[in-house]
DNA sequence: GATTGAACATAACAGTGTTATATTAAAGAA
DNA sequence: TTCTTTAATATAACACTGTTATGTTCAATC
């Protein structure tokens, strides 16, 4: 990667983490960098391209926050420990958040690439589901159960950021939504399908 | 309400409806209801406005989804058949949908009477869900259990419309759906902290 | 009828992402 | 090393965005 490109992804992820893509023009991108605007359209084929990189970083946190050491933990905690990072995650890093989940800009769509990161960190919520699955779940009921905790936890991420959130009074709403996850959990694990 | 400021509205909801948010310019809505821009200023306050219009329509349909004969169904069934309805109104209206859970345009911030609409809805959840639960019930209660529905629905409607909904091959989205949230309804149900 | 405020048309403003044009720099071939 | 081709670059222009400014017309009130 050269330098302007270096600099133009640089300025851009400054610009993204102080005031989420409202801050991403690409003249100010451009201006942060020290180069003209011409370079995002050389480098990075213009703006999508910039969001592509971000939409990118944004799964890479995802998978980051759900990848520590298992040693010790039944499945269900890991699962847990997992589902407290994607949250963690999701409240530090707000505008790759927003970004990875559309809440910003219908008009973007990730390319191919973007999309196989997400896949990624599909799978490997896929891995961690599978741990809570007996050995011989199907494909399809892994992905099913995966899906299950994935709606769950992201649609409590995105219920905060929603204007009704303000109604709660609720001192941590995290650990609100951590409890009802780890309810399910036990839900999973308890239904027939999903025995030995 | 006037006739220009009901042409506005109209040509207003026939581009969304058409094109979604990226069709709402006011220099298309003007054009469509056959006035000039400035009526867009004048009756609605600008471009927020008819947003505003736009976002409280989309909570009104979440109302009416969930607005049904309640007779001779148990307390599950009732929060099953909203369920179904809330998904099947999401479907029918994705563009609504996606205005007010903010999946267009972070720089829209509802109103004030726009945000006393979303907590009406979010009342009228907290009704149904209140079936669920011993009459005693707190109000906190409630409103963790109501919580927990919706992020839960929430969370598969926003997943549907993300990249990574074409993994999945399967065939009914909302049956996956709906059975997740059975599943979590029983649960919640059965915990101690909800009996009688 | 005169005055005031609202509604309205149009132009201009400041911003947006992108493309066009010309120039310079870098890479590859002879 | 020199020449040719391609890539990178600066700048201006384009077409679009929401909004404000300016002036005119309309409607309501006195």
Do not use: C
């Not at 003249?27 to 999508?48: C, D, L, M, P, W």
């Not at 990072?85 to 973007?108: P, S, V």
């Amino acid at each position: 990667m050269n330098i302007a490109k270096r600099k133009i992804l640089k300025a851009a992820s400054e610009l993204f983490l102080e005031g989420g893509i409202a801050a991403l023009s690409v003249r100010s991108i451009a201006k942060k960098a020290g180069v003209s605007t011409i370079g995002i359209y050389s480098h990075f084929q213009g703006k999508e391209g910039i969001l592509d990189e971000l939409y990118i970083q944004g799964f890479e946190l995802v998978m980051q926050a759900m990848d520590f050491e298992r040693k010790a933990l039944s499945a269900k905690d890991i699962m847990l420990k997992g589902v407290r990072g994607y949250f963690a995650m999701a409240e530090a890093h707000e505008g790759h958040y927003r970004l990875i989940f559309g809440e910003n800009d219908n008009r973007y769509t990730p390319s191919e690439e973007a999309k196989a990161v997400a896949e990624k960190a599909f799978g490997q919520l896929l891995k961690v589901t599978a741990l809570l699955l007996p050995d011989n779940a199907s494909m399809a009921l892994k992905q099913k159960n995966a899906l299950e905790i994935w709606a769950f936890v992201h649609g409590y991420v995105s219920l905060k950021h929603h204007a009704v959130a303000s109604i709660f009074e609720t001192p941590d709403w995290y650990a609100m939504a951590e409890e009802a996850v780890s309810v399910h959990i036990d839900a999973i694990l308890a239904k027939p399908e999903n025995q030995p």
